[in-house]
């Protein structure tokens, strides 16, 4: 992964004269740093779900919320089902190439910032902070991992050492 996202900003970082900074164009121009973003977002969102109150009773699969009742809409429960991403549990950034959200059925099944009236507002200064973070880290760092890890899922999505790596400077 991280070598396509090094040709990714390396490619913006040569077409920049010394110290110029991004520009929106440049933003607009890292679609694999998009994919590796929403993949971030889906496995790992910062917010597990919102709570919200039933206006009207509600029946799903023959059960009834009463009007009034408090219900937890999960994020996460909804990214890692394999009914709506296949093979969830796996970090697949490609998952999101030409923009097909990585699901095996229609719906609205990616809700990293919310949706609809409730969508955050900072959702796309977010996206472009993460971006600069990831154009700068890949194009002046390398990285090996220092050691085996893994991800856990429970009970938030981590890794179980904290992802520990030796990083050098680029020349």
Known sequence: MDHHLGEEHDGIRLKKSGSEGLQWSDYKSMPF?????NETLRVANIISG?????VA???IKGYT???GWKVFASFRAVHLDHDHFKDARTFN????KNNNLGTSCSGNFYTPFGGGPRLCPGYELARVEISVFLHHLVTQFSWVP???DKLVFF????TQKR????LQRRR
């Open 50 to 54: 919102v709570f919200r109150r039933t």
């Open 146 to 148: 220092a050691e085996e």
């Open 33 to 37: 740093t998009q994919c590796v973003i």
């Open 163 to 166: 992802f520990p790596i030796n």
């Open 155 to 158: 009970p938030t999505t981590r």
């Open 57 to 59: 009773d509600v029946n």
């Open 65 to 67: 919320i009463p009007k």
């Open 93 to 96: 950034p490609w998952r999101w």
